[in-house]
Every structure is written in C-alpha cells, then in structure tokens.
C-alpha cells in the first residue's frame, strides 16, 4: 500500500474529519470508473475504507462478480479496485448515519463538486452503490440498473440493486452491468 492510500482521512473546512475520496494512485490505471455513495457513514471514518459493512461489503461483491474489478484476499476491497482504475467518491462527506432531511440536503448542495470531478477525470461508467447517486447524478433515481438519462458529460450511469434485492432480482440487475463492461472491454474484461 502507498503512502497516500494509508492517508485516507480529511479535513472538511468547518474542521470536522472525514473520510477522503479514493482515486487511483499515478502509476495505476487512470480512473475509468467511479463509485458514488450517498453519504460518509461515520463507520468509515473509523476504520478508513469504504464499504466495510455487511450490506457495503455485499454490494462490492456484487460488482466483483459482474467484473468491474478483480477481487484479491486483501481485507480492503476499496484499495484494490482503486489499483485497477475505480475511483470512490461520497455526494456529501459531512458524516452521518442516517438519510434525514439535512443529509439529503447535504448530498445535493455537494453533488455539483462530485459531478464537476467526475467529469475533470473523464470518468466513463459512475456507479450508484444506492438511489442517491443517481437522482442528483441523472436527476431521478430512475430503476436500479443502467440509467436512461446518464450523466451530463456522456458517462453511463448504473444504479445497484437493492443490498436487500431478492438474490434474483439482483442477479439480473447486475448482468446489466456484466453484458455492459465484457461488451466494451472494462473492468476485468480489458
């Protein structure tokens, strides 16, 4: 691990720490991909990663499975991806652990920071780990799946399933995202 990715904590400018976004390091693979989340679970600023959890941890399975990324042994999965060109970003780093108003309001003050950096980076496919990314991304949250409005710099945009989808209903959602990325050569099909 780089130096840089044992740095995985900010400063917000009101001073309250967070959780830094995680973009490839210079000599991996330029970013062609981007996790969204919705918001910065207070969770991972303890243990500094994203999608730790049960449900983060399923849903990164999910993408693992459809080839976005190959998957290794090491306990941070996030890492990993980051190596082979995924970048992770939160609508609002302001933790929090629930979606109330004010965190709602969060993510959408933010999401035009997110969307001018995804667009900085040329970013080709934004994933939506939850219905969030995609309404403040494409303007509604839209079914889970490949996003009809897609983004306003020309990405794809997909919405993941559920974490609690009914295990076929998931599967046929995230081969959405296989046929897509073995089609155009992405992720674990390059």
């Known amino acids: 691990m780089t130096a840089s990715r044992r740095e995985r904590l900010t400063t917000l400018p009101d001073g309250t720490l967070t959780l830094a976004q995680l973009w490839p390091a210079e000599d991996e693979p330029p970013a062609w991909a981007c996790i969204v989340g919705g918001k910065t679970s207070p969770g991972a600023i303890t243990n500094g990663h994203f999608y730790l959890g049960p449900i983060g941890r399923r849903q990164m399975g999910r993408l693992a499975d459809a080839g976005l990324y190959v998957p290794t042994d090491e306990p ?18 302001v933790p929090r652990s629930k979606d109330d108003p004010e965190t709602l309001t969060l993510m959408r003050e933010h999401s035009p920071a997110v969307e001018a950096e995804l667009a900085r980076r040329d970013v080709e496919l934004v994933i939506s780990m939850w219905r969030h990314g995609a309404r403040e991304l494409a303007g509604s ?50």
């Open 76 to 93: 941070f999965q996030d890492e990993v991806a980051a190596a082979q060109g995924i970048g992770f970003v939160n609508l609002s780093q």
């Open 141 to 190: 949250e839209g079914r889970p799946g490949f996003h009809p409005n897609g983004t306003s710099w020309g990405a794809e945009l997909f919405r993941m399933p559920s974490p609690y989808a009914r295990a076929i209903e998931a599967v046929v959602i995230m081969d959405e995202l296989r046929d897509f990325l073995e089609h155009n050569h992405l992720g674990a099909h390059r």
